[in-house]
Nanobody
Framework: QVQLVESGGGLVQAGGSLRLSCAASGRTFSNYVMGWFRQTPGKERDFVAAISWRGSNTNYADSVKGRFTISRDNAKNTVYLQMNSLKPEDTAVYYC?????????????????WGQGTQVTVSS
């Protein structure tokens, strides 16, 4: 089992920045691909970004490329999502997820463990 706890969400104006954190506990954090997803009411949970075990490979949704950066610190069992140039359409609940294996999937069903989510609201 892996337990995930997100933090860092909040209210920010368009053009601003936020950094989300996801603290992991349980099994060896460095064995897992980590991902971020987001969801708005009535919609599917969408892929945002993923990062490999060592942080050397990343994958991003087209909508966030160039604005968001995923990173991890295995010594701290934490994955981050730096969000810059935020837009009102980035408003969502952001979820951290973990999966065993090495492929940086963008599909929700490929992830085994999930956090409870943190709200990000971007005002115009």
């Amino acid at each position: 089992q892996v337990q995930l706890v997100e933090s860092g969400g909040g209210l920010v104006q368009a053009g601003g920045s936020l950094r989300l954190s996801c603290a992991a506990s349980g099994r060896t954090f460095s064995n897992y691909v980590m991902g971020w997803f987001r969801q708005t009411p009535g919609k599917e949970r969408d892929f945002v970004a993923a990062i490999s075990w060592r942080g050397s490979n990343t994958n991003y949704a087209d909508s966030v490329k160039g604005r968001f950066t995923i990173s991890r610190d295995n010594a701290k069992n934490t994955v981050y999502l730096q969000m810059n140039s935020l837009k009102p359409e980035d408003t969502a609940v952001y979820y951290c997820a973990a999966r065993s294996g090495s492929i940086l999937y963008s599909l929700r069903r490929e992830y085994d463990y999930w956090g409870q989510g943190t709200q990000v609201t971007v005002s115009s």
